[in-house]
């Protein structure tokens, strides 16, 4: 079955140090999202791509990095400039148009 | 810039009955989509139902359903006969409706979220 599968579940990050959150789609979907969630808010969007070898800035990116080397992957990096790293990450992934997005089952980042 | 509030941050409805979750948004826009995406424990999120705003006729997916008043800029999530494995956060989103490359108009915007209990 076709899905987006997110890793590891949890990770624990040490001051000073980046982290890389990995997601991999087999939906073959063009677009892909990373979100960012914490405790009463809703999602927030940290970076989105929507073809390969681009991507754009959404809401709150700083202190965060991204590539899309692949259209099947968009993994995602939490630097040391991200000084409140510690949240619920979720990776999602849609079709061209006005289709909903697919999610993944999230990683939780917590600090050392 | 388009916002989504949910005023419900919690709500209970007893197993079998009715419930009622709302969501407001505020747009200058014509064209644009809505969803209802559930979070149980687990922490997936799993779309529930999407309305298109061009549609006057309001979604329905099982027990689910929406009223979508789109003059008042509401959609509201109404779930029958509640089940246990109901239980969960409720976001509702907003999405604009054209693509383009290079634009964030695939981009979801989300409410804070409500949280159902359902009684046994």
């Known amino acids: 079955d076709g899905g987006i599968t997110q890793s590891p579940k949890y990770l624990f990050r040490k001051e000073g140090q980046n982290v890389t959150l990995s997601c991999e789609q087999n939906?073959?979907?063009?677009?892909m999202y990373w979100y960012r969630q914490d405790p009463g808010q809703g999602l927030r969007l940290i970076y989105y791509s929507q073809i390969v070898n681009d991507f754009q800035k959404g809401d709150i990116a700083e202190g965060y990095s991204v590539s899309r080397e692949k259209k099947e992957s968009f993994p995602l990096t939490v630097t040391s400039a991200q000084k409140n790293p510690t949240a619920f990450y979720l990776c999602a992934s849609s079709k061209q148009g006005p289709q909903p997005q697919h999610f993944g089952d999230g990683t939780r980042l917590s600090i050392l | 810039a388009q916002t989504v509030t949910q005023s419900q941050p919690e709500m209970s409805v007893q197993e079998a009955e009715t419930v009622t979750l709302s969501c407001t948004y505020d747009?200058?826009?014509?064209?644009?989509?809505l969803f209802w995406y559930k979070q149980p424990p687990s922490r997936q999120m799993i779309l529930v139902i999407r309305?298109?705003?061009?549609?006057?006729q309001n979604a329905t997916e099982n027990r689910f359903s929406v009223n979508f008043q789109k003059a008042a800029k509401s959609f509201s999530l109404k779930i029958s006969d509640s089940q246990l494995g109901d239980a969960a956060m409720y976001f509702c989103a907003y999405r604009r409706g054209s693509w383009n490359y290079g634009g964030s108009q695939g981009n979801l915007i989300f409410g804070k979220g409500t949280k159902l209990s359902v009684k046994p």
């Open positions: 309305q298109e705003a061009y549609k006057q």
């Open positions: 939906l073959n979907h063009d677009a």
């Open positions: 747009t200058s826009e014509s064209d644009y989509y």
